[in-house]
Every structure is written in structure tokens, then in C-alpha cells.
């Protein structure tokens, strides 16, 4: 059955009422639970949600108290022995806090700066195990980029960077009958990101699971229209770092998410610094003061590529069952990368002037944050088009010289954050990998034709390599993509730098940092019909005005079904010979300087 178009229809005000009615639940659950299971969400579906709707709209008169609490039995309750944790020493801990705080806020502002170092400077780790268990993940994931030698296992060995504060939390267990807090929560966000640094980086994915079922459980997920706390801030922020894990994680692996777009409604977190939440003056808490540029902007406006990470999973990568429930064919899923080029088009015409990438010699503070942006849009564009590059359909050769253009763009971003010696992730490790396996299917395609080719793909592919090799000693994961990439392309597995196709530095030092000109409008190839109403089309925006796109300067008659057949032939008439693929990055290149 074909999937109907959502029709825009008013709430009535019962309705819009009654999607907050959650809240009376959780204040009168009180009454009637378990010890300790207050506080926990219970959607409309449950029986609790209904008891409530019929005790308001019947005699609630009862010859019986109501008010008896009902108690965990004693070996329920029963908990493991508390860990003993051994903690840094005072002063590698605090070195260990201002690492994680100089760098981190920056990819995954996870935690509120000033109320976690209060909490550790009054001991609440020796007392509270869900705490120690996160302190310790901070500092685990610190000290990957702490060159104190304390923070190894054996003293030398920097692959074990973190992992003996990492491996004390492995053994804890906490009782299933315990309610969950806002520490249970960061502690699986913390675990997600320090693992996928390690051998085994798919185990990430579990723990990001784990930590978004139990957001759900605290209703984290619901939009509370209340005034903003500490608490409710740092409770949006963890699930948001949680949905953006598990957009990327699952996207990588191929796998389902753990939360739909249409179950959550929980706004995005206030554009508001850390130092600027607790001010003393209830007019002046949680704003940014004027002509101050928050850091976080970058992050939020990551997170709207949430939605289409999510549309680009369900109609490009979801299994035949799925696509067909959808209606999708063939030509469908032509039709739905061209809604997600305009898609990807509109969020990167949306970013902030300040976080536009400028590659130039002179300190900029958002240096960090910008790159990140372009690395995710360079990336999903691949991941986009990736599909179609060994497919027979029109669709095929332009998606392979957009893939070819943002897996170089990248190699030269990526080139450019090694150069400033940033933190690594596990988005920018991906990222690299990623645009290495498509400039190794370019050089495997010349090499059938030209068994010495060294050109700029080589070169590019060099780039990555060396991205991956700086954060090798401290990124297990990293080893073994380097191994991957290198067997792919038949290179010799040594030191990739040393392999630089150009010996006398140009293949490092020939890069064109300048990537003003490198964008890709990948929305030139449309499908025939009106371009959809984006604002429609995505309605989790989050208050995201969507761009003009200038589409009032193209004559959408140019794109009917006659003109598609046009990409099945490259430019100057190659025909799809051994020099068509040359014709098309020819012509592609010169689309970008044109731009």
C-alpha cells in the first residue's frame, strides 16, 4: 500500500492538551507506585495512562485507602556489593577535567561544566556509584589525549590510553528495579563514545541503545513546557547526543534506530553556553548575551541532519519489506535523492555565517566546529549517492562524480584538521574512511585501464591515510581501518606517509586548502516534478526557517523525463567508454569553479 501523504490539520485544543497529560501521570503515579519507580514515562497505551482518564470521569469514591505504597520485595531490592573505584590522583584528575572540558563541548556537549565539577569537588563520586562510574568515563575518554603517562596500563603503551578507568565500570551491575537518573544516562553516552575509539567499535552501538531506553523510561524524549533548570537542560542534552550517536552509529553499521523522528517531540537544547545558565538573575539565566556567539550553535544546527539521516535510511537503505509498504520503486528512490539533495542543499545554505568554512592562516574559534559541519555534509552526500554509483539507471554517473567531488573535498578538509592537531572522533574517523573507500573504487576503476596511475585520487586517498595514521596510537579502530583501506587499494601496509605518491613533499603539500569553490549543489539533478515544499516535507525543523534556494532562477522544464537521458551520456560524447569517467570529473570540476 502506498504510503499517503501527512495531511497538515489543525490540533484541537483537547488534542494538544492531551499529548502533555503524561505530566499529571507522572505526579500522580506517586500515589500507587512500587518504592522508587516514581518519576518514569508512561505513554497514552498504558493501562496506568487509562486508570487515570477513567478515575477522572467516574465516581472516585472507594471504601478502601488508596494511599498503601507497595514495596520492592527484599531480595529484589538486593543489590550488587558498591564497586571500590580508584580514581586518577588529584592532580592528574583535574588535568584530566580541563582536558575533557577544553575539547569535548566542542563535538558532544554532553555535560554542564560548572554544576559536574561542583559535584566532583564535594566528593559526590565516593558516594554515588552512578557519578564515579561517569567520572571515570571522563577520564578514560580524556586521556587519549593526555600525554601524562599515568594514563596507561603499563605506563607506555597509548593504545591502553583510559582503559584502566574504563574496564573498573565494566563489572557493575545495577539492579533492574532501580529507577534510573540523569547520570545512568550519561554514563551510556560516555561509555557509546569512548568504545568506539576501541577494537571493537560496534559495541558502541549497544550501549547507545541501552542509554536511549533508558531516556525513554525517564521520559526524556517528551517536550515539557516548563522554565528552563540545570536538570531539564542537561536531561535535552543527553538525549539529542544520544539520537545523534545513534543517527551516525546506525548509518554506518546499516542498521535500525533505536527512536523514530515521529516518537519524540523534546525540543533542542537552549543556544546558551554553559557559564551563562546560572547567572543570579532569573531574567538573565540561560541567555546568551547579546553579540556573544555560542559555541553550541554548531552542534544544534548539526542535529538537524538528523531528519534527513533519517529519510535517507528509510527510502535508500531500508529493506525490501519496508520499501515496499512505502511504494517505493525504482524510480521512486530516483525521485527521493533528489528531495534529499534539496534537503542536504537547504540545511548547508542555513549555516551560520560564523561557522562558514573559510581555511585561512588566521586563529578562528569555530575553526573546529565548521569543519565538523562540512565533514557531515560532504559524508552524508556520499552516503547518499553511494547506492547508485553500480547501478544501471540514470542516476548512476552523476551520483558517482558527486561521490568522487565530496570524497576529494573531504580528503582536503580532513588535511586541513590534522594540520591544526584537533581532537579526533569517531565522526572524523569515519569520515576519512568513507571518502577513502570511494577514491579507492576510482583508482581501481583507471588502474583496469592504467595499471601506473598515480593521480589526484591517490593523492587524496594519501590524505586520508595520514588523518587516520596521527590518531593510530590512540585510536585502536583506527589500525584497522588504515589495514582496510590500504589492502583495498594495494598499497603497501606500512607508514602511508611514507608512501606519498610524490616524493618530494608535493603529494601533502599540493592541496588545495581553499574549499570555497568545492561545494557540490548535488540538487542539480531533479526528478521532473515540483520541487516539494521543504518546510512540509521536514516538519521537525525545530523552528529552522528553511532557506530560499533560488529555484524561481531555474526552468523546471528543462528536467522533464527526456532531459534525464542526458547523464547517461558524459559530456563530449564518451558514451560510456574507457574516457567517460575522465569526461564527467572534467566536467564536474568545472561545475565548481563556475560556482
Known sequence: ???????????????????????????????????????????????????????????????????????????????????HFMFPEPDLLEDL????????????????????????????????????????????????????????????????????????????????????????????????????????????WSAIGLGMRLAVELGYHRHRPQRPTVQSECEKRVFWILL?????????HGRPFCIRDEDFDVELPIDCDDEYWETGNPDTDFKQPPGRLSHLGAFLHHLRLSTVI???????????????????????????????????????????PHLRWEPSSDPNPYFAESAMLYMSYYMLQMLVHRPFIHKTTPQSLPSSAICTNAARSLSRLLECWSQRKLVSSFVV???????????????????????????????????????LQCVEARYSVCGRLIHTLQVLADLPCSDSSSSSPDSNGSGSGSSNNDMSSVHVMSGYVLSGRDVPDFAELDPTLFGLAPPEERWSEVDLSLFDEEAMNVWAVPPGGGGGGGDSWIDWNGYVNAMDVLQ
Open 97 to 204: 577535567l580541563s582536558i575533557y572540558f577544553a575539547h569535548h563541548p566542542t563535538c558532544l556537549p554532553l555535560l554542564h561544566e560548572p554544576s559536574f565539577r561542583k559535584d566532583v569537588a564535594s566528593g559526590l563520586h565516593y558516594v554515588d556509584t552512578s557519578f564515579g562510574a561517569c567520572l571515570l568515563h571522563v577520564c578514560a575518554i580524556a586521556s587519549r589525549l593526555s600525554t601524562d603517562p599515568r594514563v596507561y596500563l603499563d605506563g607506555k603503551t597509548q593504545s591502553s590510553a583510559g582503559w584502566k578507568y574504563f574496564s573498573q565500570t565494566s563489572s557493575i551491575s545495577r539492579s533492574i528495579f532501580r529507577t534510573p537518573t540523569l547520570y545512568d544516562v550519561q554514563f551510556c553516552c560516555l561509555s557509546a563514545e569512548y568504545i568506539l575509539g576501541t577494537s571493537a567499535p560496534q559495541a558502541g
Open 429 to 467: 574517523n569515519m569520515s576519512a574512511f568513507v571518502a577513502g573507500i570511494i577514491l579507492i573504487m576510482n583508482i581501481r576503476k583507471r588502474r583496469a585501464t592504467n595499471p601506473a596511475y598515480r593521480g589526484q585520487d591517490l593523492e587524496a586517498l594519501y590524505r586520508c591515510l595520514r588523518v
Open 244 to 252: 545523534f550517536l545513534d543517527r551516525h552509529c546506525s548509518i554506518y
Open 1 to 83: 500500500m502506498k504510503q499517503a501523504t501527512p495531511i497538515q490539520t489543525p490540533i484541537e485544543p483537547e488534542e494538544e492538551g492531551s499529548d502533555l497529560e503524561y505530566l499529571d501521570v507522572l505526579q500522580e503515579l506517586r500515589k500507587f507506585s512500587i518504592n522508587g519507580q516514581s518519576g518514569l514515562y508512561f505513554g497514552p497505551s498504558s493501562n496506568i495512562y487509562f486508570i487515570r482518564k477513567m478515575m477522572a470521569t467516574t465516581d472516585s469514591n472507594t471504601r478502601h485507602p488508596a494511599n498503601k505504597k507497595w514495596t520492592i520485595q527484599p531480595w529484589e531490592a538486593d543489590d550488587i556489593k558498591r564497586p
Open 310 to 352: 533519517s529519510f535517507a535510511m528509510r527510502t535508500l537503505y531500508g529493506i525490501r519489506k519496508s520499501k515496499k509498504a512505502a511504494g517505493l520503486t525504482t524510480n521512486a528512490m530516483d525521485d527521493s535523492v533528489s528531495i534529499i539533495d534539496s534537503m542536504l542543499n537547504s540545511w548547508f545554505n542555513a549555516i551560520p
